[in-house]
DNA sequence: GATGAATGAGCGTTCATTCAT
DNA sequence: TATGAATGAACGCTCATTCAT
C-alpha cells in the first residue's frame, strides 16, 4: 500500500534469492555470487543492505520458522475436540510447508549439519508449537480416546514423514529402481497425502475400544 | 594375525574419516584437509588411494547404502505374520542406524540436496528395502488385518521419525526454550524409541475390529 | 589525462606482465603468482579481470599476432618493385620483432609445442603475411628477376634467423665455447643485422645474370 | 652383441622417453609420471637408475647435442672445394635432423627460455660445428668464391628454416587460413627441402661473376 | 634392481568480503 | 542507496620426490 522505501524492496528480493537458494544447496553449497544474481542486485549490496552470509542465512532461518511454526496455531483453537484438533494440527503443517517450498529443504539442512546455525528465536517458535501439540494429546489422554505417546516423536512422525515426501521427489523421479506405486507423487501435500498421514496419525493415537 | 593389504588400511582409514566428516558437515562443507587429518594421512593420499573429492563421497554413499539397506532383510524371512514382519522391519532400521551413526545424517544432507550425489547403486538397495514394505502390507492386508496404505508413506513416517529424532539431538540440548519432556533423550535407537515408533505404526496400519 | 577506465588500466598491466612472463618461461613454466606480482596486483584479481591462465595465454598470443602481422604490411604497397618490396617486407619483420621484445619467444614456444594453444585469429593474421610474400615472390618470377622459390621456405629463413639470433642472445654470451665472432651480438635487428639478411634473402631469390 | 646389464636397457627405455615428452611439451610441461608410463617403468625407477628430472633433462640435452654436432662433421673433409663442403654441411644438418625427430623441438624450447639448462658440454659441440662453418665460408671468400657473410647468421638462416619447418608441421595443417602452397609438407627434410635450403644458402653467400 | 605407497610444497582457482566512488 | 573493482584466505588438486620393502 504505502509507497515502501528502496532498502526495503532490495532487502526483500535478496531475502527472496537467498531463501531460494539455501534451500537447494544448503549453507556451505551457496554462493553469495548466485543470491545476488538471482536478486538481481550487486553481490556487494548483499553486504550494505544485509550484511554478511551468516547474517543473511539467520534471516533466512528466522523468517522460515516465524512461518513455519506461527501460521499453525491460527484455526486450532476454534476446534473444540482433540480429534479436530489433531487433525487441524497435521493439515495446518501441510498447509505451511505447500506455501513455503522452501521449509523441508531448510529444515533438513538444518537438522543433518546439527542445528549449528539454529537461532535462538526459531527454537522458541517450535517450542510454542510442540507444547500446542502436548496440550492436544494431554487432552486426548484425560478424555481417555488417546494413548499415552511421547509427543515429540508424533511430531517427528509427522513432520518426518511430510518432508522426506517433498524432498524426495527428484530422487524418486531420478532413479529407475523404485517401483511404480513409489514413482508417482504429487507436488502438494494438502491433497491425498495430508489426508493419508492425518488418518495414520489419529489411528496411531486413538485408543482402540 | 596376517599382515593386512597396506593400501587396503589406508584406503579404511581414509573411509572412515570422510564417513565422519561428511556426516557432520555434508559434501559442500567438508574440508579435504580435515578428511585428511582424521584419517591419519597426508592429503595427497587421499587422491592417490581414492580420487578426487567427488569419488570418495560417492564410496561412502555407496557404503553407508549398502549397511542401510542389506542388514534389514535379516531377520524378516524368519517371522511368518504381517504383524511380526513389520515388527522387525522398523527394528531392523534402528537396529542399522544406531550401528552406523552418520546414516541419518547423510540420508538428510542428500535428501536436502535433491539427491545430486545419490548413486544407482544405493537406490536399487532402497528400493529392494521398500519392495520388502510393500509386500509386508500387501500380505496384511491379504489377510483383512490391515488396513490399505501407502507404503512410501509408511517408510517415510518410520525413517523420519528416526532420522529427525538422531538428528534433533544437538538442537534439543542446545535451546533452552524446548519443553522438559523434549530435552531429555536417549542416545540409542533400539531401546524406547523403537518401541514406541514400532507401535504407532502397527496401530496405524492395523484394521480396528 | 582523460580519466581512463580502471577496469581497462588493470587489464593492461597484466597483460604486460603476462606478456613477459610467458615469453620468459612459456605456458607451462609461467606461474599466475609470478605475473600477478609483477603486474602489481592481487592473484584474483587476474581471474576477476581477465579470466584463468588458458585466456590469458590467449589474450597475449592474440596481441602479440596482432602486432606481428599487422604493421608489415604497411610500407610495403608504396614500393614498387618486387626487389623494393622484399627489402621492405624483411625490414618490417625486423621492426616488429625489435618494438615487441617477447615476440620471438612467445613464437618460438608455440612452435616448440606444435601450436597447441594457437588462436584461429592469429593464424589468419600469419596467413595473410605469407600471402603477401608469395605475391610479392610471383611478381618477380614474372619480371623474370626472381627465381622460382618456395614462399614458406623463405619466410622460414627469414623468421628463423631473426627469432635465433634474438634467442640465443643468452645463450652465446653465457657460454665460453663459441668462437668471437660469434659472441658479440647487438640487441636490435634494424641495424646490421636486418641488413645482413635483407642482402642474403635478396641473393637467394634474385635470377643472376 | 653382448648382453648389456639390466640397469643400463632401462637407463635407454627411460632415456628414450624422456626425450620424446621433453621434445613434445619442454621441461616444465613434461611430466615424471607420463615419462615412467612411456618407458615402462615404475616412477619411482627413474630416481632411482637416473636422478632427478633436471638431471633427466641434461642427459636428454647431452644426447641430443652430441648426435646433433658430431655427425655433419663426418663427410665434410672428404670434399674438397667450398661450394661442395657447404653443400654437404647443409644436408648433413637435415639428415641428423631427420633422424632425430625429437631435435627441432628441445633446440626451440632451451632457445625460448634463453638456454637456461643448456649444458656446457652441448655448446661446446655447437661451437665446434659453427667453426667448420667459419672455415668452410672464409675458404671461400679466400678463393674469391663467396662474398664476406656473418657466419651465425648463415647458421641461423640454415638451422631456422630446418626447425621452423619440422615444427610448423602441426600448426599448418590445423588451422584452415593458410594458403594452398603452404599447407602440403613433406615430414623429411633430405628430400626437396634439403634441395631448396641449399640453392638458398649457395646462391646467398656465392659471388656473382 | 625395482616398485607401490606416501608426502610436502606449491599451483590454479574460488569465494566471502571490503573499498572507492 | 548501490556498485564495479579488488583482495586475502582458503580450497581442491597435482607433481616431483622419497621411503620401506
Known sequence: MAKKNK?????????????????EVGFAGARVDEIAQRAGVNKATIYYNTGDKKTLYARVLQKISGEMYAHPSENIEKV?????????????????????????????????????????????????????????????????????????????????????????NPIRKMHTAFPREVKKSESNLSGTIADEIEKYILKAVKKEN
Open 80 to 168: 473444540l475436540t482433540p480429534v479436530g484438533q489433531l487433525k487441524a494440527y497435521v493439515r495446518n503443517i501441510a498447509n505451511v510447508i505447500d506455501r513455503n517450498p522452501a521449509l523441508p529443504n531448510i529444515i533438513l539442512w538444518e537438522h543433518a549439519s546439527g542445528g549449528k546455525n539454529f537461532p535462538e528465536e526459531a527454537s522458541i517458535e517450535i517450542a510454542k508449537m510442540i507444547e500446542m501439540l502436548i496440550n492436544i494429546l494431554k487432552e486426548g489422554e484425560k478424555q481417555d480416546i488417546f494413548i499415552k505417546t511421547s509427543p515429540i516423536l508424533i511430531q517427528f512422525m509427522i513432520m518426518g514423514s511430510f518432508m522426506l515426501y517433498k524432498t524426495s
Open 7 to 23: 532498502r526495503y524492496e532490495t532487502s526483500s528480493k535478496i531475502l527472496k534469492a537467498a531463501t531460494q537458494v539455501f534451500s
